[in-house]
């Protein structure tokens, strides 16, 4: 149980392209969803926290007019990177909350992007 | 500024030994810590979680223990296997009404045959 999809698992794009990566929740509802970045041998960095219904609340010095995140249902969340370019190239990572759970529950990760910008 | 230290180089040990990692942390006062496997390419698995209260927690070969005093937790995998080689992150959270967690850079596991 608590499979988390993310679609698609790499990108390789030119410049200025836009591109959406999508996270769903396979097997349960998740009312909070999670969008990391990381580094090659760096830590999971926070971006976004994206709430069912509501606007999401970004991390200090997260644009989000350039990561815009939208969590229209209780088992899909998107991030569309906006004009991509090179420096956004990384790996991208999403995780769900299962709705109803205590705080101190884990979180159920996707398999991650690698967004690769030409 | 909080900060979750571990060690970044590569833990190298024979199979069937006990492999321990470590998780140092400053300037935050977690309500619980989590451990997960991340293989390279994936996303991170969930392993283990301790609260604030609890000194240590077992399931099957693995066993983590938390010093709220020491700020450290310990993360050991008991008769190692090749299998077992991954990166291996801790992640502290429960601090304030935040579900988020702050994770560390995570440590390197190589358990040779």
């Known amino acids: 149980g608590a499979v988390v999809s993310q679609h698609p698992s790499r990108v390789i794009c030119k410049s200025g392209t836009s591109v959406k990566i999508e996270c769903r929740s396979l097997d349960f509802q998740a009312t909070t969803m999670f969008w990391y970045r990381q580094f090659p041998k760096k830590s999971l960095m926070l971006m976004a926290t994206s709430n069912e219904g509501s606007k999401a609340t970004y991390e200090q010095g997260v644009e989000k007019d350039k990561f815009l995140i939208n969590h229209a249902s209780l088992t899909l969340s998107t991030l569309t990177v906006t004009s991509a370019h090179p420096e956004d190239s990384s790996f991208y990572i999403c995780s769900a909350r299962e709705r109803g759970v205590w705080g101190n529950q884990p979180q159920h990760f996707g398999d991650g992007t690698r967004l690769s910008i030409l | 500024s909080q900060k979750i230290e571990q060690n970044s180089e590569a833990l190298n040990i024979q199979e069937g030994k006990t492999a321990t990692l470590t998780c140092n942390y400053t300037n935050y006062s977690p309500a619980y810590l989590q451990w997960y496997r991340q293989d390279p390419g994936r996303g991170p698995v969930f392993l283990l979680l301790?609260?604030?209260?609890?000194k240590e927690k077992r399931k099957e070969r693995l066993k983590v223990t938390f010093d709220t005093t020491l700020k450290q937790s310990l993360f050991h995998i008991t008769a190692s296997q090749p299998a077992d080689s991954a990166t291996y992150l801790c992640a502290l959270g429960g601090q304030g009404s935040s579900y988020k967690l702050i994770f560390g850079s995570g440590t390197r596991l190589l358990v040779r045959p």
């Open positions: 301790i609260r604030e209260n609890e």
